[in-house]
Every structure is written in structure tokens, then in C-alpha cells.
T-cell receptor
């Protein structure tokens, strides 16, 4: 149980275009979704936290107008990289929190490798 | 603020040997959870083991065990009988239970390479 499906797994796009990444919780309701960015050989950097039906909370230094997050339902959260540039090339991964506060666990999507050319 | 430190950027271990991955943390929260994840080259994050700060016993999950020393604020992962498939990046993470968002803070990671 507790599976998160992330699509696409990889995408190549031209500079200036927008790319949408989807994360779906398949067998549970994800009230909270986290979006991370990871550069090669580095750790996961939290970009934003989203709760279903409300605006995402962005970490300091993350451009909210560039990285649009929508968490419209309990099973779907999307990250749109707008007007992508080569420096946005990275590995993006989502994570859904399940369970109650003290016993919550986390399920990660399989990640999206974005290359902007 | 919380901080997770993994001091070993990379390690080689021989197949069938045990390996210990270090993790220390710094937090003022009295309640927290500690996690270890494995990330193979394919990129997915695989949950390995969890330790709650008030758990009396060290967590174990198959070949994985967590050496939790609360006073030293360390939560080292021990992998016994290493296998070639254990080659991956390993991340230690912490969640303060007082954080209503439930954000995870990750360490820098340790790259493990298992050799035949």
C-alpha cells in the first residue's frame, strides 16, 4: 500500500517552455505532499509543501512563480516548471505523507529527471 | 533549527560484510522520528527503517538495524551481510514531531559501493 505514482519519469524540453510533473497517490489520500529537487550526488532539497485545497508553502529561495504547485485533490499534486531554463535541469521528486502525526510515514514518487535544452 | 550530519561521503564494503553508516542530528525538539532511506541509481527513495525518539529498543528490519544513541544524538544504520544490490546512496532523515507539516530534513547522504 501507500504508492505514489509520479509522471513523467523523464522529460526533455526546450528552454522557455513549461513542464508539468504529476504525482498521484494510488491507494491512500495524501493530505500533504512535499516537492523536492535533487542535483547529482547531492541531497534532497525541499522546495515546497502543499496541502489539499490550499496554497503551497514554499521554502526560502524557491521562486513560487517559476515552480507552480497545485494540490487540487487528495490524490493529485502537480508541479509546473514555468519558462524552464537549463539551470532548472534537475531531478524532481515528490513525497506524500500518510498517517497521523506521531506515526506518519512518507511515500516517495519515482522521480522526474528534467533536462532543459 | 534541525540539522542532520552524515560524515561519510562514500564507502566501499565487501560483499557479505557488515557496514555502519553514521548519522548524527541536532534538534531541540523533545519528540522526533528518524528515518533511513536508500536511493539506488534509478532515483527512487526506498524506506528502510524508522526510529522514534521515545522508542526503548533499537529498530530492526531484516538486515537493517539502527544503532540509536539518544544522548549522543546519533542514529547509525547497520547493514549486515552486504549484497551487491545494496550499492546505493543512503540518506538519514529526521522529522520533529512538533512540526505540524511533518517536514523531513535530510542529511547529505553516503554513497555505498558493495564489491564482490
Amino acid at each position: 500500500g501507500a504508492v505514489v505514482s509520479q509522471h513523467p519519469s523523464w522529460v526533455i524540453c526546450k528552454s522557455g517552455t513549461s513542464v508539468k510533473i504529476e504525482c498521484r497517490s494510488l491507494d491512500f489520500q495524501a493530505t500533504t505532499m512535499f516537492w523536492y529537487r535533487q542535483f547529482p550526488k547531492q541531497s534532497l532539497m525541499l522546495m515546497a509543501t502543499s496541502n489539499e485545497g490550499s496554497k503551497a508553502t514554499y521554502e526560502q529561495g524557491v521562486e513560487k512563480d517559476k515552480f507552480l504547485i497545485n494540490h487540487a485533490s487528495l490524490t493529485l499534486s502537480t508541479l509546473t516548471v514555468t519558462s524552464a531554463h537549463p539551470e532548472d535541469s534537475s531531478f524532481y521528486i515528490c513525497s506524500a505523507r500518510w498517517g497521523r502525526q506521531g506515526t506518519a510515514g512518507y511515500t516517495f514518487g519515482s522521480g522526474t529527471r528534467l533536462t532543459v535544452v | 533549527a534541525q540539522k542532520i550530519t552524515q560524515t561519510q561521503p562514500g564507502m566501499f564494503v565487501q560483499e557479505k560484510e557488515a557496514v555502519t553508516l553514521d548519522c548524527t542530528y541536532d534538534t531541540s525538539d523533545p519528540s522526533y522520528g528518524l528515518f533511513w532511506y536508500k536511493q539506488p541509481s534509478s532515483g527512487e527513495m526506498i524506506f528502510l527503517i524508522y526510529q522514534g525518539s521515545y522508542d526503548q529498543q533499537n529498530a530492526t528490519e531484516g538486515r537493517y538495524s539502527l544503532n540509536f544513541q539518544k544522548a549522543r544524538k546519533s542514529a547509525n544504520l547497520v547493514i549486515s551481510a552486504s549484497q551487491l544490490g545494496d550499492s546505493a546512496m543512503y540518506f538519514c532523515a529526521m522529522r520533529p514531531l512538533t512540526d505540524s507539516w511533518g517536514k523531513l530534513q535530510f542529511g547529505a547522504g553516503t554513497q555505498v559501493v558493495v564489491t564482490p
